[in-house]
């Protein structure tokens, strides 16, 4: 059951809501999307399987809004980041929220109710951290914070550390590994035959899942 | 003539033994020969476990500092480092507590970021990863499965 908690944390990550005009208190933003997010996972008529396609797209466009894709990216390339091209820079930035998405949307289709606690944040310039705790329905508490920083007046999350274990700090050893023993090229081939496997898999793994 | 040799030989084998004392002191002692060529950068962890004063540092596996204190700051564990000044830290590093092996000692790494700012002398690394508590999580597995 912790497992599929944990999966759903990660998950969560991608659902954290809509853009918003005001600059606020990240709290307070971070939870205004979220029980967005919720909302349209706990709505009946969307958890029908004919609905799955609608659902994720919905889901998709509320984590592109709100998560800093870039950011990410660029933090998860480190020091690989700045030996890229503008155009290589773009696709790396598309592959990688590729590779988030696949990762983690089919996952958040497990939410089954879990409650998230608000547990504090803090405030460093134009850099806040957010703590929360997902509660599963089972009582068990994970951890869950969210790294977020300010961009033109908007909160914006890029990294998120789940019991302790960071996003950025998991892809960045991984990227980092496998540009130093092959290339950059191999890393990005490797990002794109991923996307695509996915992208054939998907319509039959959904229905055996079902 | 015999007991010169003899008392030579004791001597030369005294000043050995204590060169290889002093050799041991410093390597025990952790003394830092980078003293005046080091800076301090500090970070805040939810919980260092296991992280003690002196503990190292490292860059891919290479030492490059020592946790220089530990302290209590706001229920949030604050720690020193002092790191080679040839090192520069960028402001996007990560700090992680990581364990040598599966039970050995903790030590503090640091996976490099690629941002143009570099974090200056007493500056903070903000991005920290605490350590993974396994027995926690182990009983989170064992109290989770009902």
Known sequence: MATRGLALAAGLLLLLGAPRAWAGVPTDQLKAQIDRAIKILENVENKKDTKVQERRAAVRKIANE?????????????????????????????????????????????????????????????QAVVRTKLVTNQGTEIPVEYRMHLRDGKWLVYDVVIEGVSLIANYRAQFNKIITTSSYEELVKKMKTRQEEFQQDEPSKRTSQR | MERTRVNIAVGVFLLIGIAALGYLSIKLGRVSFFGGGAYEVIADFPSVGGLKAGSAVEIAGVEIGRVEAIKLVEYQARVTLRIESSVKLQEDSI????????????????????SDKIIPPKGRIREVEAPVDFEELLSKYIFGKV
Request: proline share 2%; aromatic share 12%; hydrophobic share 35%.
């Open chain 1, 66 to 126: 709100i998560f800093d894709f870039g950011e990410t990216a660029q933090r998860s390339l480190a020091r690989h980041w700045a030996s890229r091209t503008p155009a290589e820079r773009e696709e790396f930035v598309r592959l990688f929220a590729d590779l988030l998405e696949r990762s983690y949307i089919s996952r958040i289709e497990l939410y089954g109710g879990e409650k998230i606690t608000y547990v504090g944040e803090t405030i460093d310039g134009d």
């Open chain 2, 95 to 114: 700090a992680s507590i990581k364990t040598k092996g599966l039970i050995g000692e903790k030590y503090l790494r640091i996976s490099p970021g690629g």
